[in-house]
């Protein structure tokens, strides 16, 4: 919606509103200030529309995912390293139902801005040795398995690990 630095700006605005509102004596006017302004801190870490696309996700909405996506204009001026690294996870995620080569390059181009959480991480060389495999390159398949399943410290992605690796086995 706001350039990231508009949303500091805005969360140093309201923050000044607040110690304003406190030294006035309306505390409670503060403390709903001060609620505010940790919106706008929130959305600075986590932008809004990637937040909307993985919701739609989540209910494999994709055309609904696409559209929340297609909101953000200029990702690498709006956007943090990490939400970048999202965006081009989600563009590859979408992308992998129908278009394996441009899904590889928003997924490679995700892992290399790197992720927040080792399982998306996981998830995303998951699916690029997927990817690898259905072009027979079995080595890079192989090494991308074995990162995911580093990554993988809970054992949630354990099923989807073997499947892969038994049919990698099948070439």
């Known amino acids: 919606m706001f350039n990231k630095n508009i949303k500091l ?10 110690v304003y509102e406190f030294s006035q004596g ?30 739609k996700l989540r209910t494999q909405d994709f055309d609904g995912a696409k559209k929340w996506l297609g909101y953000i204009k200029n990702p690498e001026a709006s956007l943090t390293l990490k939400q970048q690294g999202y965006y081009n996870y989600l563009h590859g995620t979408m992308l992998s139902q129908t278009n394996l080569t441009q899904a590889e390059k928003f997924l490679k181009k995700a892992v290399k801005l790197g992720l927040s959480m080792d399982h998306d991480m996981a998830m995303a060389k998951l699916q690029l040795a997927s990817i690898a495999m259905s072009k027979r390159r079995k080595r890079e398949a192989t090494t991308l398995v074995n990162e995911a399943k580093k990554l993988d410290k809970h054992g949630m992605l354990k099923e989807q690990i073997q499947m892969l690796k038994q049919q990698m086995k099948r070439i």
């Open 26 to 55: 309306h505390i409670g006017n503060g403390i709903a200030i001060l609620i505010l302004t940790g919106i706008f801190i929130l959305f600075y870490f986590k932008n809004e529309f990637i937040l909307l696309a993985f919701l």
């Open 9 to 18: 700006g805005l969360a140093f605005l309201t923050f000044a509103w607040a």
